[in-house]
């Protein structure tokens, strides 16, 4: 196992000290499906809600191609930028200090609340099942919302390479689970029980018209949101030029293939009102399609499917957040105190503790639908980030001046293509959600006034540019 | 140019800097929810002594709706009808045009000036 060092870093002892490179390419395809594979478990089903089950499928694929420019623009950049912070770090490096610090912001925030929804999801997944087993009046949800984030944190900050390993193996068993429940219920191998044509007839085909297929890409992006978070590692991954761009391209395959899969089984077996329904309905839509196949063995497994992709996410998202809320610490736009790595474990502890109450926050006070909505809202930011990013970084660093690990192909398309699905998709959000999308941009607009007039001037200038690249053209 | 050194913040501006910024986010998802301003107005359309037929369910969709503990359709009645309203003002939505292109117009631009700062002290004036 190599432990060679990256950046040096500085603890709040003195100490050098920097983070771990231990991890390799399935780590990084762990990181990525584990996070957003909770995707297919809960939240996606919004999207029947907010347009019905073609409007849900068509966000699906759209929403794929949105993730699959997201995944080729962030593997040329990353694989140049082996640095913790992802987005983070390329922002800083292409765009500008102000930048960066609102893509760390929506790193963050887009992490913390889907943490925050997977907790929720837990509590209720643990409900259910005392409800199956015989209890009743319901449970108290809550402890079991602040165990799981304990519990994750302290993994965490124990190390990555425990970490990322438990989310391989957990993900591998939550997208096993996916497959099977594909199997069992359709007409390949199990009785083929799909219901889809009865189901989807009539005003159930697309109750709210055209206007519903693009209402529907707000939650179309919950199938994927979070495999960018792949980046994060790339201070950590062995070799960053091959492994960050070959995880996260097999993730988003994984995820289309899931997301498809997924659609295909809950929308045949559930009437629209139903599963779009994810707060009084199927709030774990897989689950749901278990219990109504009537499987016990399916509705096990799933359950079990279902605790794992809820804990695989929150434990990546845990990883991700605190990776991008360490490296603004360590370059001053936050308080340098959160910049530290622990000196025996190597890693960033004092950002996953300081997250976890925030997290909590989230969980226990606010409905699924309102979280999801902020981490889409601060994931979109981000993804509307990308396009403007990738095309400045061509045009400073033309492909002759830095070798590149990856060259995604056809530029400027994916850029291009990026930015209008992302246009879509304030539109989705703006239909009925549209107070939040202006609080929360209200809120980048406040804290960037007061990060470029007050937090900037403790950022060391020159020090915001480590990479060995020559000088930007045009400047 | 000359190396830019920064002042050295106190403990006490350190905290203060990460409860405005904790304030401001936790602000930013809960005063909308406390307004009621938050989420869609999905709400049920009420349907007089509902049946199956009514609220357009055909056998099917009946079926399933009893496999999911939905005994008759007064129970699912709340589930089937709400819808959400899409209706807006073309006034709105140019706002909320308006308040996302200004932001990132104001951010790149910002972050220009801060960027010019960084590549001018790493590499030196030009």
Not at chain 1, 348 to 356: E, Q
Request: hydrophobic share 50%; glycine share 10%; with cysteine.
């Amino acid at each position: 196992m190599a432990h060679s060092d990256t950046d040096v870093d500085h603890t709040a002892h003195g100490q050098s000290m920097g983070l771990l490179r231990v991890l390799g390419p399935a780590h990084v395809w762990a990181l990525g499906v584990g996070i957003v594979l909770v995707g297919e478990y809960m939240g996606w089903n919004f999207a029947v809600g907010k347009g019905g089950a073609y409007a849900a499928l068509i966000a699906c694929w759209f929403a794929g191609i949105l993730y699959s420019c997201v995944a080729m623009i962030d593997s040329e950049v990353t694989s140049t930028v082996a640095a913790a912070g992802g987005q983070y770090t390329q922002a800083k490096h292409i765009i500008g200090p102000l930048m960066a610090f609102n893509v760390g912001l929506y790193l963050v925030f887009a992490y913390t609340m889907l943490e925050a929804g997977n907790a929720i999801t837990l509590g209720f997944l643990v409900d259910t099942v005392a409800g199956m087993t015989g209890h009743e009046g319901g449970l108290d949800q809550r402890p079991f919302i602040v165990l799981a984030i304990m519990f994750l944190a302290w993994l965490n900050y124990r190390g990555v390479l425990a970490t990322l390993t438990f989310n391989l193996v957990i993900t591998a068993i939550a997208f096993v689970a996916i497959i099977t429940i594909f199997l069992a219920t359709s007409p390949l191998l199990g009785a083929g029980e799909m219901l889809h044509k009865d189901l989807m007839s009539g005003q159930a085909s697309l109750p709210y018209g055209w206007l519903g297929i693009l209402a529907a890409m707000h939650f179309g992006l919950w199938y994927y949101l979070g495999i960018e978070g792949t980046t994060q590692a790339a201070e950590e991954v062995r070799s960053p030029a091959r492994s960050l761009p070959f995880g996260t391209l097999a993730g988003i395959m994984t995820l289309l293939i899931a997301a498809t899969l997924t659609w295909y089984v809950c929308s045949g077996l559930m009437p629209w009102e139903y599963l779009g329904d994810g707060v009084n309905g199927a709030v774990a839509p897989l689950f749901s399609a278990a219990q109504i196949s009537g499987s016990s063995a399916l509705v096990w497994l799933l359950g079990i499917g279902t605790l794992f992709a809820t804990l695989a996410s929150a434990n990546g998202c845990i990883n991700d957040a605190s990776r991008a809320w360490f490296s603004m610490g360590r370059d001053h736009y936050l308080p340098a105190w959160f910049g530290a790595v622990h000196p025996v474990y190597r890693t960033p502890y004092r950002a996953i503790i300081f997250l976890v109450p925030i997290a909590l926050i989230f969980a226990l006070g606010a409905p699924l639908d309102q979280v999801i909505t902020f981490s889409i809202l601060s994931g979109l930011l981000g993804y509307t980030f990308m396009p403007i990013n990738m095309i400045m970084f061509r045009k400073k660093w033309p492909l002759d001046t830095i070798k590149r690990g990856y060259e995604h192909p056809l530029h400027p398309l994916p850029a291009i293509s990026l930015m209008a699905l992302c246009s879509v998709t304030y539109f989705a959000v703006f239909l009925g959600y549209g107070t939040q999308l202006i609080a929360m941009i209200g809120f980048y607009i406040v804290v960037s006034l007061w990060f470029h007039f007050w937090r900037y001037r403790f950022v060391k200038r020159a020090d915001q540019f480590t990479m060995p690249w020559p000088r930007p053209r045009g400047y | 140019m000359a190396r830019y050194v920064p002042p050295v913040q106190s403990k006490l501006g350190q905290i203060i800097d990460v409860i405005v910024l904790v304030v401001l986010s936790v602000g930013a998802l809960f005063v909308p929810l406390w307004l009621g301003l938050a989420g869609s107005a999905k709400l049920p359309v009420p349907v007089e002594n509902p049946t199956w037929e009514s609220l357009g369910q055909n056998p099917v969709m009946v079926q399933q709706w009893n496999k999911l503990g939905f005994p008759d359709a007064a129970s699912a009645h709340d589930m089937i009808t709400a819808r959400y309203d899409y209706s807006f003002s073309w006034v709105s939505l140019a706002v909320m045009v308006i308040v996302i292109v200004g932001y990132f117009v104001m951010m790149i631009r910002f972050s220009d000036i801060e960027y010019r700062e960084v590549i001018a002290e790493k590499f030196g004036e030009k």
